[in-house]
């Protein structure tokens, strides 16, 4: 029987980043951890999308109304800027709670986001229907 933890023997320094997460707890069932890590790229490609609709709408223009347009495509910027914010805090906060056995943390940003589409999508509508 190997007192191996994954590819490096028992005793070795854990080298894998970020320290402060992997040093706590044990270590949970890698379905977890790649299910964790599933959800960090899944909030990169979605700062990914809102970047691109954001550029689109304003470089398209697409029969908006000026204002209405920059508007939305603002927010849809900065918005994709922010957004890799949660992957990152969500992944490292959902896998602490794994390594420790404690409750599942909810995304800190998943509202703020969902209001920042809606806002765009209102202005969007606004911005056709006055052009």
Do not use: C, K
Not at 31 to 51: D, G, K, P, V, Y
Not at 89 to 106: D, H, I, N, V, Y
């Amino acid at each position: 029987m190997s007192d191996e933890v994954g590819d490096r023997p028992a005793g070795a320094p854990d080298r894998r980043f970020p320290r402060r997460v992997y040093r706590l707890g044990a270590e949970p069932d890698a379905r977890f951890s790649l299910a964790n890590e599933r959800t960090f790229l899944a909030w990169i490609r979605t700062a990914l999308a809102l970047l691109a609709g954001g550029v689109a709408l304003e470089a398209l223009g697409l029969g908006i109304h000026p204002g209405f347009r920059l508007a939305a495509s603002l927010l849809l910027i900065v918005t994709g800027i922010v957004t890799p914010l949660q992957a990152w805090f969500g992944w490292a906060r959902s896998e602490r709670s794994l390594r420790q056995g404690t409750p599942l943390p909810s995304a800190a940003l998943a509202l703020p986001v969902g209001i920042a589409v809606i806002v765009v999508g209102a202005l969007v509508f606004l911005g056709v229907l006055s052009r």
